[in-house]
Every structure is written in structure tokens, then in C-alpha cells.
């Protein structure tokens, strides 16, 4: 390895220098994560309405010939 690159590979022993996540970074993730959810749920929900609404007829139904009208 050339003497250039050798400061820059080192292990540091500190303990000073952490890859940990803060408490507002795990707090943040977990709001976008809420956020995301209640996001995709609302997209599912606004195209099954929109399916429902044009899959389901308007109008009632005309009685079948020689079937008894059934009405409460």
C-alpha cells in the first residue's frame, strides 16, 4: 500500500466514533415509517372506491318474470 494511503485505513480505538442512530434519527424513522403506511393504505382504499363505484350498478334491479317481489 503506498504511504499516502495508510492514514486513511486505520481502525480508530476511540470510543467517541459510534455508527449508532440518535434518539431523534430512530424517533424520525419511525414517524416516516407511520407516514408511509397511512400513505399506501389511503392510495388502497381511494382505488377500491373508485372500482366499487363503477363495478356497482346504480339502479335497482328490474324483477325476474314469474319470480315472486320479495320486499320487506
Keep these: 500500500m ?4 495508510k ?3 486505520q481502525v480508530r480505538k476511540d470510543k467517541s466514533y459510534s455508527h449508532k442512530a440518535g434518539a431523534l434519527t430512530v ?3 419511525g414517524v416516516e415509517g ?5 400513505a ?3 392510495g388502497f382504499f381511494v382505488v ?3 372500482l ?5 350498478p346504480n339502479a335497482p334491479l328490474a324483477p325476474s318474470e314469474g319470480e315472486p317481489v ?3
Design 7 to 9: 492514514g486513511h485505513f
Design 70 to 72: 320479495i320486499a320487506h
Design 52 to 56: 366499487a363505484a363503477f363495478l356497482i
Design 40 to 42: 399506501w393504505g389511503a
Design 48 to 50: 377500491g372506491a373508485v
Design 34 to 38: 407511520y407516514t408511509a403506511t397511512l
Design 2 to 5: 503506498p504511504d499516502q494511503l
Design 27 to 29: 424517533a424520525q424513522a
